[in-house]
């Protein structure tokens, strides 16, 4: 399988450059197992569109002001992108810099204090700030939101809060599981009132989610790391909605990501939905069967993208690419502003 199979033509103008002045009056792309027909709906039809007893599940994972601005000893300007938070006054990083600063290198940030390179580990700089408070509650006035390459404007007020999820709350990532980003407050009323329970994973999206996939040949793709948390409660929450006969619809791909490595990465490796923390390197694509969720909600994602390639696993990769060539000629809205889909999986044979 091939990085070119995952490839589609879409006009500049499709791309959302910031988002609508409501939350949930995005469009609603449903997209059910064929011949049935898809449905063009708006995202406050998701109620009706959903079953009592159903469970969504939710990244509550929260975006750091991770970009920074500041200046080497030589007078090189630095772009600093944090990638994680570390613990204590240290971060992993992306540097925008005309020439590799040195381990032990000091650049001073146009916020106030200063960065210290430590090392670099492949793309990442490991770096440790000098500033007047704890790391992460100094970013919180000093950093910048790192709105994602293909939005091609500065971030304005606005985006401090319409590029966070309602529900976020776990402070850790640098890009948000944009599919989160359709809820607001009164349409989860709505949905608590229609009998659709709620659950949360965290899932920190890293920066490596920006990065194109650069092997041709998908079998050479090393997928990013990626930290994450499936705790206890959420186990227990699905079990109690299958044996119950509810669906759990995950909301965004992270949410799939999470699940299905809490499934995959366990010591018991048994197949069965088991509560884990850590790291994830998992690639799903068409061929690997998606076990964990009955239905997805998520965006349009990029072509030749890793999060295209498992909503093509979960699917069909021939029903997803009918769907973004209707939502091309509906006029829909791409990425992270823009509209959303819910899928349900590839009919079985």
Not at 73 to 81: F, K, P, Q, W, Y
Not at 125 to 131: I, P, T
Not at 148 to 158: M, N
Not at 237 to 263: D, P
Request: aromatic share 8%; proline share 7%.
């Amino acid at each position: 399988m091939k990085k070119s199979d995952f490839n589609y033509e879409l006009p500049p103008e499709l791309i959302a450059q910031a988002p609508l002045a409501e939350r949930s009056a995005s469009r609603l792309l449903v997209v059910p197992p064929a011949p049935a027909p898809r449905e063009d709906r708006v995202f406050s039809d998701l109620p009706q569109l959903l079953q009592p007893g159903d469970l969504l599940v939710f990244n509550d994972t929260r975006v750091i002001p991770a970009r920074l601005f500041g200046q080497k000893s030589t007078g090189g300007r630095v772009e600093i992108l944090i990638e994680r938070l570390l613990g204590g006054s240290e971060a992993r990083a992306q540097l925008g810099v005309s020439k590799s600063p040195k381990q032990g290198a000091r650049i001073a940030l146009d916020a106030g204090g200063e960065a210290e390179v430590l090392g670099r580990d492949g793309e990442f700089y490991r770096l440790r700030f000098h500033v007047p408070e704890s790391l992460e509650q100094w970013l919180l006035h000093a950093g910048r939101l790192p709105l994602p390459p293909y939005i091609q404007r500065e971030p304005g007020r606005d985006d401090d809060e319409r590029y966070q999820t309602v529900f976020a709350r776990e402070i850790g990532a640098v890009a948000a599981p944009t599919a989160g980003l359709h809820f607001d407050e009164a349409l989860l009323a709505q949905l608590r009132e229609r009998g659709i329970e709620f659950g949360h994973v965290t899932l920190h999206v890293g920066a490596g989610t920006f990065q194109p996939v650069r092997a041709d040949s998908l079998d050479q793709h090393v997928m990013h790391s990626e930290w994450l948390n499936v705790g206890a409660g959420l186990i227990e929450q699905i079990r109690r909605c299958r044996a119950r006969g509810g669906r759990v619809i995950a909301v965004g791909t992270t949410v799939v990501r999470a699940l299905e490595s809490a499934i995959r990465l366990n010591p018991a490796d048994d197949g069965e939905l088991l509560p884990f923390a850590g790291e994830t390197r998992l690639f799903i694509l068409p061929g690997y069967r998606i076990t964990s969720v009955a239905g997805l909600i998520t965006n349009f994602h990029l072509p030749e993208s890793t999060l295209l390639m498992l909503v093509s696993a979960f699917s069909g990769k021939e029903q997803v690419f009918a769907a973004y060539e209707h939502a091309i000629a509906q006029r829909y809205r791409f990425f992270s502003y823009g509209d959303a889909m819910l899928l349900w999986p590839l009919a079985a044979d």
